[in-house]
Every structure is written in structure tokens, then in C-alpha cells.
């Protein structure tokens, strides 16, 4: 197996990124969709937002940098991270 096979699809990470979110107390699931904006639509402060990417990171076995944390502020812009993050596994 190269580590192109081993590389996360993007329909992967979403499903994945969506179940981290779906079972975290502070939401509504039904709020939590592939497009949700984090202080928008799930009424995260910056705190929960932290939490939210901790979660991710754990998930998906990766680190963020906090300048690219400061950046992704919807879970599109999480889950294009994460599927362009050749150690996301």
C-alpha cells in the first residue's frame, strides 16, 4: 500500500468530522451539516471553536497550527484542511 492509497477521501473526512461533532454535548445535531459556520450556525465562541478543533485533531491524528486554527471558522474550511493534511489518518 503507497501512501496514496492511505490518504482519506474527502467524503471520509466529512462523515468523520460530522460524527466528531454530532456527539459533542454543546450541539444541536441537527445543526451540524458539511457547510455549518462555526459562530454562525452552531454558536461557537472562541473557546468551544478550540474545543471543536482539538476534537478534529484527535480524531484525525494530526496537529493544527493555532495560525491555521485562527483561520478555519466553518467546517468546510475544516474539512478541506483536513482532506489536504497528507498525515490526516
Given at each position: 500500500?503507497?501512501?496514496?492509497?492511505?490518504?482519506?477521501?474527502?467524503?471520509?473526512?466529512?462523515?468523520?468530522?460530522?460524527?466528531?461533532?454530532?456527539?459533542?454535548?454543546?450541539?444541536?445535531?441537527?445543526?451540524?451539516?458539511?457547510?455549518?459556520?462555526?459562530?454562525?450556525?452552531?454558536?461557537?465562541?472562541?473557546?468551544?471553536?478550540?474545543?471543536?478543533?482539538?476534537?478534529?485533531?484527535?480524531?484525525?491524528?494530526?496537529?493544527?497550527?493555532?495560525?491555521?486554527?485562527?483561520?478555519?471558522?466553518?467546517?468546510?474550511?475544516?474539512?478541506e484542511?483536513?482532506a489536504?493534511?497528507?498525515?490526516?489518518?
Amino acid at each position: 500500500m503507497n501512501s496514496h492509497d492511505a490518504h482519506l477521501t474527502r467524503d471520509e473526512v466529512v462523515d468523520r468530522v460530522l460524527v466528531v461533532l454530532k456527539g459533542h454535548p454543546k450541539f444541536d445535531p441537527s445543526k451540524v451539516t458539511p457547510e455549518a459556520h462555526f459562530e454562525k450556525d452552531l454558536v461557537l465562541d472562541s473557546l468551544d471553536t478550540v474545543e471543536v478543533m482539538m476534537a478534529i485533531e484527535e480524531e484525525f491524528k494530526l496537529e493544527i497550527p493555532d495560525l491555521e486554527v485562527d483561520k478555519i471558522d466553518s467546517l468546510p474550511l475544516a474539512i478541506e484542511y483536513v482532506a489536504n493534511h497528507p498525515m490526516a489518518g
